[in-house]
């Protein structure tokens, strides 16, 4: 069934968006303009300006555009069947694969990262990525917990902090990375290991997660 067509307004406002992580994956943040926007889409800047009064809130719903598609797809690499320890591993990895397939898109999010580090909204929207990267991960450790495959002496929060830690480094690498240095067939193997380190679950089939095209890919806008 074909979705219902989006209203102007959305369509106009979803066009802003797409076109603004293209200038500011290209250009950065500084340098992206709301005219440059606006010549790219055809609209005139006041129209631009109509949806998003200040950069930062343009800015802003870049990034949760960003982080609702990488949900969306490491969400869907789950199964019904799966049990927490596959579940964790599956989020483990697709969030790299994420990175590494949609490279473009993830260096807006390390721009984030920078600006976090002197201005303070920045810094406030890095911080709320972080927490629900936490958040997500605190529910297959406590699934875990229950199903009793998991065995996490120093409690689930801190094994939550520890590995979006080291998730959010290896997205980095990811991202960042010149072409083919990311060992993608190793990388499931890699991450079993973390996450047996972690809470002592194994698992003895070969493969879970299906690696996907490494050719490059644009958040809402195709591959």
């Not at 920078?114 to 297959?140: D, I």
């Not at 875990?144 to 902090?161: I, K, N, V």
Request: aromatic share 8%.
């Amino acid at each position: 069934m074909a979705r219902p067509a989006l209203p102007k307004g959305e369509k106009t406002r979803q066009n802003i968006i797409r076109t603004a992580l293209r200038l500011v994956a290209k250009r950065g943040f500084s340098e992206t303009s709301f005219q440059m926007i606006a010549d790219a889409l055809g609209l005139s800047q006041s129209a631009v300006l109509y949806h998003y009064k200040t950069k930062y809130a343009l800015f802003e719903d870049t990034i949760k555009t960003i982080v609702r598609h990488n949900h969306e797809t490491v969400n869907a690499l789950t199964r019904m069947t799966d049990n927490a320890g596959q579940r964790l591993v599956k989020h483990c990895l697709g969030n790299v694969l994420w990175a590494h397939r949609y490279r473009a898109d993830g260096q807006v999010l390390i721009l984030l990262y920078y600006f976090a580090c002197f201005e303070r909204k920045f810094t406030s929207l890095f911080t709320q990525m972080m927490e629900r990267g936490r958040e997500r991960l605190m529910v297959h450790l406590l699934a875990g917990e229950r199903e009793g495959l998991f065995r996490l002496p120093s409690g689930p929060a801190t094994a939550a902090e520890t590995l979006q830690d080291a998730l959010f480094g290896a997205m980095l690498h990811a991202i960042s990375a010149p072409e083919g240095s990311v060992p993608r067939g190793e990388l499931e193997g890699k991450w079993r290991q973390v996450v047996a380190a972690h809470t002592g679950w194994t698992d003895p089939r070969p493969s879970l997660v299906t690696l996907p095209s490494p050719r490059e890919g644009r958040v809402g806008g195709g591959e």
